[in-house]
């Protein structure tokens, strides 16, 4: 990230202000484009797996935060609760979450497929660190109804941290119950 970036973000308590900075970013844009053409996360622990795209794949699914952090690394249950979920075919899509923040590999994940997202914060978090700090969850979920009850059951016998986050939408990207406008707003012209 450019660091006149990093200042404005600093600097700032506008949340939306915060979220149109960061994707005004030029490596997030150029991501933002690379992700249209190879829309998969290529993460080791996963490798021979047929492997969800990280982008949203239809309205109404449900999101969630998958995992926990210890030190910054991805714990053995959570890798294998992961690839468990994939391997059985109970999400649409899963991306990690990127070292920029939650808000940004949503709005990857939006962007890619042309949806939305509408999000509700953890309340023992900061709103801004939650956003737009490096994230203690792993990797962010999406899921039809039809497999949510499995994929909690999953996460549950496995000892691994699932929390509900919010759902798939058309177009708007919502965070607590504010507008932080549309796909579109973010695309880089």
Do not use: W
Request: aromatic fraction near 10%.
């Amino acid at each position: 990230m450019v660091e006149i970036y990093k200042e404005q973000i600093a600097n700032s308590e506008d949340l939306v202000k915060i979220a149109q900075i960061l994707a005004s970013d030029p490596d997030f844009q150029k991501k933002v484009v690379g992700q249209k053409s190879s829309p998969y996360d290529s993460i080791p622990f996963l490798k021979g797996l047929q492997t969800p795209p990280l982008s949203f794949s239809q309205k109404g699914d449900t999101l969630y935060l998958a995992g926990y952090t210890e030190n910054g690394r991805i714990g053995k249950e959570t890798e294998d609760a992961l690839a468990l979920t994939v391997e059985k075919g109970l999400i649409t899509g899963i991306h990690f979450i990127s070292p920029d923040g939650l808000f940004l590999t949503l709005l990857e994940s939006a962007i890619t497929g042309g949806l939305g997202f509408d999000i509700t914060t953890d309340s023992e978090v900061e709103e801004k660190e939650f956003l737009f700090a490096k994230s203690r969850y792993v990797a962010v979920l999406s899921v039809d109804e039809d497999h949510e009850n499995a994929l909690a059951d999953l996460f549950f016998n496995k000892g691994v941290k699932l929390i509900l986050l919010g759902h798939v939408t058309k177009g708007e990207l919502r965070i607590d119950d504010m507008s932080y406008g549309f796909c579109k707003d973010y695309l880089p012209e």
